[in-house]
């Protein structure tokens, strides 16, 4: 009696532990995110990163990211990337000249990784502060052989199929146009609903786009918290069962150094640091996100310094009012982060991001 009980014992515990084994198993087995966002702080090098800590009392939210590397950004054509080439590369994958946006250097458009999301039936979305044609947004949105040629990429963004919402400036290049069309009666016409600010949105299921300026928005903090709010609206607007993709920049980081202008700079890093708070508290919640951080480049060539050497100041100091070369960070957090370690080339991170997203 007392071993066909002990047998039984042993009979039930066996398959306790094989059923247990089994669905850690399958718990351990890689997750595919469901949901994509890439932030890009434009210009934003580790010592813009690093200015944010220093001024801050608080934990930033760069801080609460488990995964970081390090992103090479030099373009086909420059030690040095621009905006566009840098964006592109990140974009799509491919190195491509300076001023070039969307395309490799035969100027053959490169899809990007919104195209390809769009494709796989998920929504996209863009959110900016600088007009929607700028370099790094027309990366994700258009293929121009020139950077420069706004009106162009605002055509072809009004004619883009697969772009579900769209947030940022530049309603000069739909209205005010050599051509003499009006874009924006033209996409109301196709089913697109337009906006000049984010509380007029009635419709979240509807193709949105709002632009909030003529050109760009106004620096930080003149724009109030247009950046966190807009990726908030954009969120709640893009969740859905097959998932999304969505691209935010902070765009005048760039701008800010450009100036060698660090008290907007930091109130940049600022705004910048409140959006990325608000994406991390959804991907927490929504648990198949995947996010991703970087840089198309530096700009400013900033460090910190005491110029008197004796290690007690840090005085922000620019060494040029162009690019740099330095490499950028990356930061990732959610399904397939652990991918983003390390050195890396931009041409590299969109297939992370596409074999996490699988
Ligand atoms: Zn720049």
Redesign the pocket.
Known sequence: MKTRRLFTFLLIATALFSSSCCSNNEKSAPKSAKNVIVLIG??MGPAQVYSLILTSPEKTAFQRFPYSGFSITKSASNEIT??AAGGSAIANGKKTNNGVVGMDTDSIPVPSMLEMFSEQGKKTGVVVTCSVTHATPADFLAHNISRQNNEEIALEISEKEGLDVLFGGGKKYFTERKDGVDLISKMWEKGWNIYDSLPQIEDNNAKTMVLAARKHLPEAPKRGDFLPNATAKAIEMLDNEKGFFLMIEGSQI?FAC?DNDSATLVEEMRDFNKTLDVVLDFAEKDGNTLVVVTADHE?GGLTFVDPESRYTRTDFKFTTGS?SAIFVPVFSYGPGAERFTGIMDNTEIISKIMDSAK
Do not use: M
């Open positions: 434009d210009g621009d905006s760039d450009h700009t690019h």
